[in-house]
């Protein structure tokens, strides 16, 4: 059974930063199309960062250069660094195999 469990969130003030992971079990993530979304109050779902085959990364216009996508494959980790916090950027995230298999979520809140 393929299973993502995501971890990291938490409350931090604009300009702070953190680091969220997912852990996946059940499926070698080396050679998937890992990646992270979220979600806000009322909002849809939203690419946050994804890895491609044909792009290598892909960011959210939103979380270029603030962001950073990783993968620790002995680990069988997916890691997002969010740097540069900002309120908007609270939601609960998301981690995913492709967009077909999801992870619970983390709450990420940003204060002003």
Known sequence: ???LVESGGGLVQA??????SCAASGIRI???????????????RELVAKFSS???????DSVQGR???????????????????????TAIYFCTIGGNTWGQGTQVTVSA
């Open 30 to 44: 080396s050679i998937k199309p890992m990646g992270w979304y979220r979600q806000a109050p009322g909002k849809e």
């Open 67 to 89: 962001f950073t996508i990783s993968r620790d494959n002995a680990k069988n980790t997916v890691y997002l660094q969010m740097n540069s916090l900002k309120p908007e950027d």
């Open 15 to 20: 300009g702070g930063s953190l680091r969220l």
């Open 1 to 3: 059974q393929v299973q």
């Open 54 to 60: 044909i792009a290598g990364v892909i960011y959210a």
